[in-house]
């Protein structure tokens, strides 16, 4: 297994980067995390990871070994493929991807472009014990964010009924800061006033 490639940066684009190591030029798919994180000289290392296909051998490139173990664990995911956790890690910073999981932020990660909400829900229920125990959070800090159940289910109820979904984020935020216990059936009534 390559875990590291070092070696003069030939190429840089916000999707892959090319590095030469002793005259052989790697290319290795990153995510726009990692772009964002890349020194503009000429030698560099990335902490690497290669998927091995029928018809294919990517290596993708990562600026910290945190990011490459967030996307082990998002690729491990059923329905969730290399492509899908690099936009993922390109949308969100790897230290989002680990609070909304351990959050149960299903709003967050319904949020980045190609997720759905089963999706979504999948990525937190297969990971959430994962991203606890190997990131030692502890499942009473977690809870305090446990009513973003129901704000996501009262703004998925309010954008059934036809309301713009930054609208109603902010109106349910707003609400929550005030009672921050309340109900579904609550929130949706209350934000149906203010809306």
Not at 5 to 18: A, H
Not at 26 to 38: A, G, K, R
Not at 75 to 102: C, D, F, H, W, Y
Not at 126 to 139: F, M, P, Q
Request: glycine share 4%; hydrophobic share 40%; charged share 25%.
């Amino acid at each position: 297994m390559i875990t590291h490639i070092q070696g003069r940066l030939v190429e840089k684009n916000p999707t892959d980067v090319v590095i030469d190591c002793n005259g052989v030029g790697y290319l290795l798919n990153i995510s726009l995390h990692t772009f964002s994180q890349i020194p503009d000289e000429e030698s560099l290392k990335l902490f690497a990871y290669l998927i091995v296909r029928e018809d294919s051998h990517t290596l993708y490139g990562f600026s910290s070994v945190a990011e490459r173990e967030i996307f082990k664990l998002l690729i491990s995911v059923n329905g969730i493929g290399a492509s899908t956790a690099r936009t993922m890690l390109s949308s969100i910073t790897p230290q989002q991807v680990k609070e909304a999981i351990a959050h149960e932020d299903v709003a967050l990660i319904q949020s980045i472009k190609g997720i759905g909400a089963k999706t979504a829900a999948r990525v937190i229920l297969d990971l959430k014990d994962k991203v606890l125990k190997v990131y030692d959070l502890d499942e009473n800090e977690v809870s305090v964010n446990k009513n973003n159940t129901n704000k996501d289910e009262a703004l998925s109820a309010l954008e059934v009924l036809g309301f713009s979904k930054k609208q109603s984020e902010r109106v349910l935020d707003k609400l929550l800061s005030e009672q921050p216990d309340a109900n579904v059936e609550t929130l949706i009534k209350d934000a149906l006033k203010k809306l």
